[in-house]
């Protein structure tokens, strides 16, 4: 399997537009996460979705941001309109089910700047 | 207070000791707890998980998990240069709905 699939790698944008991130899970996983990881925040949970439906948004900062899953091999992470104070590098992740909630495989990230 | 510490380091070792990493939980209810990789540069990588109090060993790692004093460890034996990198300790809160990660902490061997 290629692992969990995440584009672009860089994404350099100048304050105030929009940024869109792409990520295609493992095949068969049914969990797929969105992380967020800074130096001074750590890495953080923004949302997940469970057989493509959102169950918990509760780690999204503000409505700037939103996430879909419109099937089981796509999500996309949008920001709109972005802020420097948004550059950071973007994970998403998957696993394989409700009793592998934790053991989660990474893509490669995003790292997203935000001029 | 934060759902999961860490002592962020930096650790240092000698090549061929034992690392001990540690870490504390808040909610008493966790019932699953994870140790990740991540090295410079690159994605966090799973490498132990506990579930029951005690011990659970792979290889050169152990995991140790106290829930009587919400409190889990890894210890990495025979630490080699490969090692260096920050490990993760994250949570599975009782809710079940929320995954918690803490800061790392920066592990160096040194050869």
């Known amino acids: 399997d290629a692992g969990v699939i995440q584009s672009p790698r860089h994404e350099v944008t100048e304050m105030g537009q929009e940024v869109t991130l792409r990520c295609k899970p493992i095949s068969g996983h049914d969990y797929l996460f969105w992380y967020r990881q800074t130096m001074m925040r750590g890495l953080e949970l923004l949302i997940y979705f469970n057989n493509n439906v959102p169950i918990d948004d509760s780690g999204m900062p503000e409505d700037r941001f939103s996430a879909k899953m419109p099937n089981a091999s796509f999500s996309t992470l949008k920001i709109q309109p972005s802020e420097p104070r948004d550059s950071a590098v973007y994970f998403c992740?998957?696993?394989?089910?409700?009793?592998?909630?934790?053991?989660?495989?990474f893509g490669p990230g995003t790292r997203l700047t935000v001029l | 207070q934060k759902e999961v510490e860490q002592n962020s380091g930096p650790l240092s070792v000698p090549e061929g000791a034992i690392a001990s990493l540690n870490c504390t939980y808040s909610d008493r209810g966790s019932q699953s707890f994870f140790w990740y990789r991540q090295y410079s540069g690159k994605s966090p990588e799973l490498i132990m998980f506990?579930?029951?109090?005690g011990d659970k060993e792979d290889g050169r790692f152990t995991a140790q998990l106290n829930k009587a004093s919400q409190y889990v460890s890894l210890l990495i034996r025979d630490s080699q240069p490969s090692d260096s990198a920050t490990y993760l300790c994250?949570?599975?809160?009782?809710?079940?709905?929320?995954?918690?990660f803490g800061t790392g902490t920066s592990l160096t061997v040194i050869p």
């Open positions: 994250a949570v599975n809160p009782n809710t079940g709905n929320q995954f918690y």
């Open positions: 992740a998957s696993s394989p089910g409700t009793r592998f909630f934790g053991e989660q495989f």
């Open positions: 506990i579930y029951s109090n």
